[in-house]
């Protein structure tokens, strides 16, 4: 099944979402539950763990964290996803099974079958629960799209990136991601 909605008029909250079997993947947006299967490609795994590995290492005895999926980010009664990436730097959202609020930075790898959900209902999400930074990373066509929270608690147009380029992170001041390391070129 693709990253689809269940087809349902009832919305659902935290609460349901917690019930659910733990061997299927899930993510609630405004109440709506979106499936996550199927797995994600070789490439858009490479593509995480790069980045998963960069932040690790920038962010070793600083005060941010950073996290890859599965763990539920809770950012509403009836919001909860999972993104690929994310970095918290209000270590009091971190909870015991999940993360509790918006975190600075998301990072989401497109999968064509979560690619609409991810630019539009999840950028939506983002923009309201209000994450700092969003980056989208397409790692079919090589290109990044970074979206920074502005004074008006909205997205600016999306900056974009090449793979020759280097991504600096704006809710990480210090932290650079050299887009041809990223895409493995």
Known sequence: MNSVPKLSVQTFSVAD????????????????????????????????????????????????????????????????????????????????????????????VLSPSTALKDMREKKALYERAGVREYVVIDPLENYVQRFFLGADGRYANADVFGVEEDLPLLSLPELILPLAEVFEL
């Open 17 to 108: 979402y917690t019930g659910w079997p733990d061997d299927e993947r899930w993510e609630l947006i405004d109440g709506v539950p979106y499936n996550m299967s199927p797995a994600p490609s070789i490439k858009h795994q490479n593509v995480v763990m790069t980045i998963a590995a960069k932040l690790k290492a920038e962010l070793k005895g600083k005060p941010c964290k950073p996290f890859i999926a599965p763990v539920d980010v809770i950012l509403s009664e009836h919001d909860v996803v999972q993104p690929d990436l994310l970095v918290v730097c209000a270590l009091e959202k971190i909870g015991e099974k999940a993360i509790h609020g918006a975190p600075d930075l998301v990072v989401e």
